[in-house]
């Protein structure tokens, strides 16, 4: 039963992202010409955070090289089954964070987060379009999702939607309290696995929230699989002004690692998502081995500002157990940001941060000299 419901929310995920999905690390590496990568140990490190790769990112990896930087990212590897010390299953302490306290309706796990003054976080779903070997939310709590893995919640194809109003009234619930929250970021997973249908429908509720002015979308899924932003997705009409003249914002930050994941088909996505009205920006993580290289960023910056989207975060990884093969130095870090902007203009220089759990804000690395 258990399993019929997850094959079926999955092919419900795979009509909304436009592309198979491949769970299979046998059939990945076959695909790739790369039989020989897959051993027992990989195999244990799948069980432990299962594999997950759009079908639609296969041809921008090459065949027959085990290091190739895409693929590094989502190929489980022996080194995830090491325990390392400072390492974590919540680095960034965000189980704790949570706004149900300051709530009446709902003694329940919140969905909502907030880290920083004005803004708050929504997981909206625990849905993905692929497993980061690197994911700081790999081992987050399934049922903090505002929409959790099931195809009702996922395509909003359920008749009763008075039931999605409730969810979203008692979600919601402090935000619309608290005028000082301008900003809501909807984060997962990745929201962009909920159907269009399923995001208007947030937009719609959030719009009515007057004092909110943004909304900030955190996604991967442009890069992994364009085709998912089609003409239907959501635009600023379903955000609209709360007075005449006085616009709110739309904005999507695209996760994006390597220039390799950048083709004609996400340069599409892009224009599209421009031509709807949202703001573009991105964010990065430093990982050893797929781009902790000044060659290999330069090329990603030059790329995304060709597109119109501004690199906005490099981040220094975040210490989720599993995940130390990808640490970089933050001294080699700080050289490679001071080499880029030598190359680069000073807008395509992305800000080097960590988030460190506590501080009110993301600590500038190239800035701060203390951390390291
Ligand atoms: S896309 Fe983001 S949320 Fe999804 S697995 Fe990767 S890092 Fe995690």
Same mark, same amino acid.
């Given at each position: 039963?258990?399993?019929? $419901?997850?094959?079926n929310?999955?092919?419900?995920?795979?009509?909304?992202?436009?592309?198979?999905l491949?769970?299979?690390?046998?059939?990945?590496?076959?695909?790739?010409?790369?039989?020989? #990568?897959v051993t027992?140990? =990989?195999e244990?490190?799948? +069980?432990i955070?299962?594999?997950?790769?759009p079908?639609?990112?296969?041809?921008? &990896?090459? +065949?027959?090289?085990?290091?190739?930087p895409?693929?590094l990212?989502?190929?489980?590897?022996p080194?995830?089954? *090491?325990?390392?010390?400072n390492f !974590? /299953?919540?680095? $960034? /302490?965000?189980?704790?964070l949570?706004?149900s *306290?300051?709530?009446?309706? !709902?003694?329940?796990?919140? @969905?909502?987060?907030?880290?920083?003054?004005?803004? &708050?976080l929504? #997981?909206?779903?625990n849905?993905c379009?692929c497993? @980061?070997r690197? /994911?700081?939310?790999r081992?987050f709590p399934?049922?903090?999702?505002?929409?959790p893995?099931s195809?009702?919640q996922?395509?909003?194809?359920?008749?009763?939607e !008075?039931?999605?109003?409730?969810?979203?009234?008692?979600?919601?619930?402090? &935000?619309r309290?608290d005028?000082s929250?301008?900003?809501?970021?909807?984060?997962?997973?990745?929201? %962009?696995?909920l159907?269009?249908?399923r995001? +208007?429908? %947030?937009?719609?509720?959030?719009?009515?929230?007057?004092h909110?002015?943004? &909304?900030?979308?955190?996604?991967r899924?442009?890069?992994?699989?364009?085709?998912r #932003?089609d003409d239907?997705?959501?635009s600023?009409?379903d955000?609209p002004p709360?007075e005449?003249g006085?616009?709110?914002?739309l904005?999507?930050?695209?996760?994006v690692?390597?220039?390799n994941?950048?083709?004609?088909?996400?340069?599409?996505?892009l224009s599209?998502?421009?031509?709807?009205g949202f703001?573009l920006t991105?964010?990065t993580?430093?990982l050893k081995?797929?781009?902790?290289d000044?060659k *290999?960023?330069?090329?990603?910056?030059?790329k995304?500002i060709?597109?119109?989207?501004?690199p906005?975060?490099?981040?220094q990884?975040?210490r989720v157990?599993g995940?130390?093969?990808f640490? =970089?130095?933050?001294?080699s870090?700080?050289?490679?940001?001071?080499? %880029?902007?030598?190359r680069?203009?000073g807008?395509?220089?992305p800000?080097?941060v960590r988030?460190?759990?506590g501080r009110?804000?993301?600590t500038?690395?190239?800035i701060?000299r203390?951390?390291d």
């Amino acid at each position: 039963m258990e399993k019929n $419901l997850r094959t079926n929310s999955l092919s419900e995920i795979e009509r909304v992202l436009k592309t198979r999905l491949i769970h299979d690390t046998h059939e990945l590496a076959k695909r790739l010409e790369l039989d020989e #990568i897959v051993t027992p140990t =990989t195999e244990k490190a799948a +069980k432990i955070t299962p594999t997950l790769f759009p079908e639609s990112l296969l041809n921008r &990896v090459q +065949k027959g090289n085990a290091e190739d930087p895409i693929l590094l990212q989502f190929m489980p590897s022996p080194h995830e089954l *090491e325990i390392t010390p400072n390492f !974590s /299953c919540d680095p $960034l /302490c965000e189980q704790k964070l949570d706004v149900s *306290e300051r709530q009446t309706a !709902s003694s329940s796990p919140s @969905c909502i987060m907030q880290k920083y003054y004005g803004r &708050v976080l929504v #997981i909206t779903t625990n849905a993905c379009a692929c497993q @980061c070997r690197f /994911c700081f939310r790999r081992y987050f709590p399934k049922n903090r999702a505002l929409f959790p893995l099931s195809k009702e919640q996922i395509t909003g194809s359920n008749e009763d939607e !008075s039931n999605v109003s409730a969810l979203l009234d008692n979600a919601f619930e402090t &935000v619309r309290k608290d005028d000082s929250i301008s900003e809501i970021i909807l984060s997962g997973g990745d929201p %962009l696995t909920l159907s269009n249908k399923r995001l +208007k429908t %947030l937009l719609h509720y959030i719009g009515t929230i007057t004092h909110v002015k943004r &909304v900030r979308f955190h996604s991967r899924i442009p890069v992994l699989s364009p085709h998912r #932003i089609d003409d239907d997705f959501p635009s600023s009409e379903d955000f609209p002004p709360v007075e005449v003249g006085v616009p709110r914002v739309l904005h999507l930050v695209l996760h994006v690692n390597s220039p390799n994941e950048i083709d004609e088909g996400v340069a599409v996505a892009l224009s599209i998502l421009r031509r709807k009205g949202f703001v573009l920006t991105s964010q990065t993580t430093l990982l050893k081995g797929v781009n902790d290289d000044v060659k *290999e960023l330069t090329a990603l910056f030059e790329k995304l500002i060709n597109l119109g989207v501004l690199p906005y975060y490099l981040h220094q990884l975040d210490r989720v157990q599993g995940s130390a093969h990808f640490e =970089t130095t933050i001294a080699s870090g700080r050289e490679i940001i001071e080499e %880029l902007s030598v190359r680069l203009p000073g807008y395509a220089v992305p800000r080097y941060v960590r988030e460190i759990p506590g501080r009110l804000m993301k600590t500038n690395l190239f800035i701060d000299r203390d951390v390291d």
